[in-house]
């Protein structure tokens, strides 16, 4: 199914995700209807038509459903590894509601395509095996992930039953993430997950430079534009309901990506200190993107160096943006 011509809806449209895919579907030309909550609106630009919307309330999810042929669902819940450790069920009630609500109000409104941004994280242990879509429902996914984890694999259980088990159905697709990141990341110390963080702690010089954990963690790691080519091309698709990996293929240690980074920013006398006794979540995870390549023909195409050169340069244009508004006001 192509996009073109296409009446899309993007829930979530500021968070990170959101307002990326939002990006690229204006500059494509896309007519888009744009969900927001509580954050402030930073896109204005035609032809976006933005939405206040609580997807809790079954009557904001039929009337931000009404007349669109295409959901990409990325309004959530979400936090980083602190809060997932000390609060796990934030990324649960409100979630489930949310997701639940959306998938019934777009049924009933005769979307035609429904994308859900899933995640790595609900799949179980593998080791240093690259995991594979087969296997989400092996076995029991970390401990650490547990909440969050059950959220998404139910998400994806209504997302089948949408696409495969109903009269009429409704064409899914579920769409699972390796560790997205990039420019409009969340920055936040409360709520960033590690990439992001570190860029945050390089851009600002922070004296001494504090990482938790040892620095030995496994991540795969997959900048935003490369995850939003994957994104489109599932979500135009053929199959009543896709599941697919979006992920790099390749395998980082935070160790190495801190290391990148202090590189790119010619920082050489860093202080750097790992600190094991902070939380971290899960000390390996690899996803294999064999059929994304096979199936829709996904090849990422920026590396890690240039993708975290492109991620700290925005971060302290932005920075001197926030700064430059402070002074005005």
């Known amino acids: 199914m192509r996009l073109e011509g296409k009446r899309i809806l993007v829930t979530g449209a500021t968070g990170f995700l959101g307002s990326s895919l939002l ?20 896109v204005t630009r035609e032809p976006v038509d933005w939405v206040r919307a609580d997807l ?3 009557e904001d999810c039929a009337r931000v459903t009404r007349g669109i042929d295409v ?11 602190a809060v997932m450790v000390e609060t796990p069920l934030v990324h649960v009630t409100t979630n489930v509601v949310m997701n639940t609500l959306l998938l019934e109000a777009a049924h009933a409104a005769r979307v035609q395509r429904f994308v859900f941004p899933s995640s790595g994280a609900a799949y179980p242990p593998t080791a ?19 909440p969050v984890a059950s959220m998404k694999r139910f998400a994806e259980l ?27 990341d969340k920055f936040d110390p409360k709520t960033s997950h590690v990439t992001a963080a570190l860029v ?7 004296d001494p430079l504090e990482v938790w954990g040892t620095g030995e963690d496994i991540r795969d790691l997959i900048y935003v534009d490369d995850f939003l080519d994957g994104l489109l091309l599932a979500a135009e698709d053929d199959a009543p309901h896709t599941v697919v990996n ?3 293929g390749e395998a980082h240690s935070v160790r190495e990506v801190l290391e990148t980074l202090l590189d790119i920013d010619a920082w050489t006398d860093a202080d750097v200190r790992y600190d094991p006794s902070k939380p971290s979540t899960i000390p390996i995870r690899l996803m294999s993107n064999d059929l994304a390549r096979r199936s829709l023909g996904f090849a990422p195409k920026v590396s890690l160096r240039s993708g975290l ?21």
Not at 309 to 329: C, G, I, N, Q
Request: charged residues 30%.
């Open 200 to 206: 945050r702690k390089v851009a600002e010089r922070l």
């Open 309 to 329: 050169r492109r991620t700290l340069e925005w971060y302290r244009r932005d920075d001197e943006r926030r700064k430059a508004v402070r002074r005005a006001s």
């Open 56 to 58: 809790t309330r079954p």
């Open 128 to 146: 240093d095996r690259p995991v594979t879509e087969a296997e989400m429902f092996a076995g029991e996914p970390y401990a650490a992930y547990y």
């Open 158 to 184: 209504l997302c089948e039953m949408y696409a495969t088990r109903i009269n009429p159905a409704m064409s899914t697709a579920v769409v699972r993430p390796s560790n997205v990141y990039g420019p409009c």
């Open 23 to 42: 990006e690229r579907l204006v500059r494509g030309g896309h007519s888009v209807r744009a969900t927001f909550h509580h954050r402030h609106v930073s």
């Open 246 to 248: 979006i992920a790099s």
């Open 71 to 81: 959901v990409f669902h990325f309004a959530a819940n979400t936090s980083g590894a």
